[in-house]
Nanobody, 115 residues
Framework: QVQLVESGGGLVEAGGSLRLACRSS????????IGWYRQAPGKQRELVAI???????TYADSVKGRHTISRDNAKNSVYLQMNDLKPEDTAVYYC?????????WGQGTQVTVSS
């Protein structure tokens, strides 16, 4: 079973930055998909950014140009650099990993952006 542990969430003012990190118990090299989802109170969990085995990356339109997903396979980690944060980014952010046909989720880390 893959374990995912997120860190880096917190409280930040609008326009600020945070860097989320997710460390996986499984090597991140060649997993089908790894990345980030988020869920705001009362809203559906939504994709933020994912990185696929073929190297392709998908960002939500709402974060394009502001956030960057990256990997450090030597550390079995994936990161989300979040710049120019907006109050609308406030949510619990979840690390996501698809290995074969099995989905794993992290416990979530709270990001709160004040206006």
């Amino acid at each position: 079973q893959v374990q995912l542990v997120e860190s880096g969430g917190g409280l930040v003012e609008a326009g600020g930055s945070l860097r989320l990190a997710c460390r996986s118990s499984k090597n991140t090299f060649n997993v089908n998909t790894i990345g980030w989802y988020r869920q705001a109170p009362g809203k559906q969990r939504e994709l933020v950014a994912i990185s696929r085995r073929d190297g392709s990356i998908t960002y939500a339109d709402s974060v394009k140009g502001r956030h960057t997903i990256s990997r450090d396979n030597a550390k079995n980690s994936v990161y989300l650099q979040m710049n120019d944060l907006k109050p609308e980014d406030t949510a619990v952010y979840y690390c996501y990993l698809l290995n074969g046909r099995t989905v794993s989720w992290g416990q979530g880390t709270q990001v709160t952006v004040s206006s």
